[in-house]
Nanobody, 124 residues
């Protein structure tokens, strides 16, 4: 299984970015995918998750209304659209996958597979 994130970069506060997570080596629709982020020295934080087969989504309160998770079966990719970005959103963003569903899709211990991460920097 391989998860490859892309789309990170430098953006000004108030701007938008769309992260992509290309999955391979798995049956895409069978999995739940999550987006997490981590700032050096802090715990990894769950942001959003989607169970592809039923299109059920979950969001952390701090990103609800600003971030949107989605999936595209045709290209086996999960996206995280991030709007109205704030300097506090600066972090390394990770994509993760677990087979099936989870009662706790925003907790990193649920996930089996992880991408390498992509840096997002929001300037003030």
């Amino acid at each position: 299984v391989q998860l490859v994130e892309s789309g990170g970069g430098l953006v000004q506060a108030g701007g938008s970015l769309r992260l992509a997570c290309k999955a391979s080596g798995l049956t895409f629709d069978d999995f739940t995918y999550g987006w997490f982020r981590q700032v050096l020295g802090k715990e990894r934080e769950g942001l959003a998750a989607i169970r592809v087969t039923i299109q059920r989504t979950h969001y952390a309160d701090r990103v609800k209304g600003r971030f949107t998770i989605s999936s595209d079966h045709s290209v086996e990719t999960v996206y995280l659209q991030m709007n109205n970005l704030e300097p506090e959103d600066t972090a390394v963003y990770y994509c993760a996958a677990l087979n099936g569903g989870s009662w706790s899709p925003l907790y990193d211990f649920s996930y089996e597979f992880w991408g390498q991460g992509t840096q997002v920097t929001v300037s003030s």
